[in-house]
């Protein structure tokens, strides 16, 4: 076991290679194992991110979903009241109409009816003077006695 | 392990023989100690042929006599290599890395760099972007260096011997069972934790926590001789810690491979036992260097 010169070329040798693996093997393929770590991260974090809009995106969707389902429930809801409405205005509209025919037919019959009684009671001063002149075998002076028939046939 | 290997070489040097391993050992002892020896570069000594010139050693002796100006060709050109290889291995990678879906080789790298950084950022509090490259210099190098011990002991050497053309030529293939190897290491480790403790506390904070500590100042010769043991036993322990494991495992590969073809049978298990100790020992200096560097970085 003889110690000798070994030891300083050993020594030499050894801070040549460190210095050679510090200055050109360590830093490349340090920074290669860094650079995957980032990217490695990155792609977790966009997965993680991608998971959480997904989640964001279904939750709008159901919320969306529910909206339409209101919406339509809302709609179908307004459409049945206003059918329902229009129903009670045709029905309103209907009665309203009949009353007035009810009404004008009404009308038409006192019309007729006061119409016929006018014939009627023009008929009858004319059936009184014929009457009253059978009678009595003598004309009736009609100018002479109009006056009294006028206020007779007014009282019918 | 010196008596083992004793042992082992004086029961098995027939059985070493009947195997048809090397002629040249005399015995399993031998075979043991000439596997143990480095290839050593330096100075022939006085009373050596070609004294004054440099060459390699020829003999444990004169490899000790060389003094301390002499290198371990063999181990220092292995830890030259795996490094190479690591630097090699990982700027193929670094080159055209993505951060889009990595490839097979991209994939492998990727999870060692990960594995460093979990280490640095789990244990390592202050900010210093030199850690993380540095503790994974320090991982894959000594895995790479470990890794070795599981080529077959006789492998490397055989083939050096074969290159060289001398069947007796000393051939260390593991560079981590070289002490020098490991205290190189871990004395650059320790300069760094030199270098940081007073670029981050100053001379007098990293002084003053040697010897204000843990009694206050009235205390400062028992904090001292408290402390510095404490401290210089930090580079002493990576090497020593990680050259005896690997250098135990090592003699035990070759203590099996005395055994002819009953090695078989151990070498497997040996091996995948070691399996084990090799990246165990690699994660170890790293974590001790991150642990040793964040004391340095903290003020207490």
């Known amino acids: 076991m003889n110690l000798n010169a070994t030891i300083i070329g050993q020594i030499i040798a050894f801070f040549l290679f460190a210095w050679f693996c510090s200055a050109y093997v360590w830093p490349p393929i340090v920074k290669a194992l860094a650079d995957r770590q980032k990217k490695i991260a990155d792609g977790l974090e966009a997965a993680t991110r991608a998971g959480k809009d997904l989640e964001l995106a279904q939750d709008r969707a159901t919320e969306m979903l529910r909206d339409a389902k209101t919406n339509a429930a809302g709609i179908i809801d307004q459409a049945n009241k206003r059918a329902n409405q229009i129903v009670d205005e045709a029905k309103d509209k ?31 001063a004319v059936l009184a003077v014929a009457g009253a002149e059978k009678i009595l075998q003598s004309s009736v002076d009609a100018k002479a006695h109009g006056e009294l028939l006028n206020k007779l046939a007014a009282s019918l | 392990m010196a008596e083992a290997a004793e042992v082992a070489g004086e029961e098995l040097a027939s059985a070493a023989e009947h195997a048809g391993e090397e002629a040249a050992y005399a015995n399993g002892g031998e075979y043991i100690n000439h596997h143990l020896q480095f290839l050593t570069y330096g100075k022939h ?18 490899a000790t006599d060389m003094g301390f100006w002499s290198i371990h060709v063999d181990t220092m050109g292995l830890s030259l290599v795996t490094g190479l290889i690591f630097i090699a291995l990982f700027m193929t990678v670094s080159r055209k890395v993505t951060s889009g879906v990595p490839g097979g080789l991209q994939n492998l790298v990727e999870a060692i760099v990960e594995l460093v950084q979990s280490s640095v950022k789990t244990t ?9 490259p540095l503790a994974l210099t320090i991982f894959c190098w000594i895995f790479l260096m470990n890794m070795l011990d599981l080529v077959p002991v006789d492998l490397i050497p055989l083939a050096a011997q074969g290159i060289a053309g001398d069947s007796h030529l000393f051939f260390k293939a593991v560079p981590t069972t070289d002490v020098n190897i490991t205290a190189g290491l871990s004395l650059s480790v320790f300069l760094l934790i030199l270098f940081y403790s007073v670029k981050v506390k100053g001379v007098g904070g990293f002084l003053g926590e040697l010897a204000f500590q843990p009694f206050g100042k009235w205390a400062l010769p028992l904090n001292l001789v408290m402390e510095l043991p404490a401290f210089l036993a930090k580079p002493v322990s990576l090497a020593l810690r990680l050259f005896g494991n ?37 994660y170890l200096f790293m974590m001790l260097t991150i642990v040793y560097l964040n004391q340095a970085h903290q003020h207490h």
């Open chain 1, 94 to 124: 209907a009665r309203e109409e009949g009353l007035r025919i009810k009404a004008g037919a009404q009308a038409e019959i006192e019309q007729q009816v006061s119409q016929a009684r006018e014939h009627l009671r023009q008929q009858v």
């Open chain 2, 45 to 62: 000594p006085e009373g050596y042929p070609d004294a004054g010139h440099w060459g390699f050693a020829h003999t444990e002796e004169e």
């Open chain 2, 124 to 132: 390592f509090q202050g900010h210093n972007d030199f850690i993380g």
């Open chain 2, 246 to 282: 690997l250098f135990a495992g090592e003699v035990i590969f070759l203590i099996i491979g005395l055994l002819g073809y009953w090695q078989a049978f151990l070498h497997i298990p040996w091996a995948i036992f070691h399996l084990l100790v090799i990246p165990l020992q690699a």
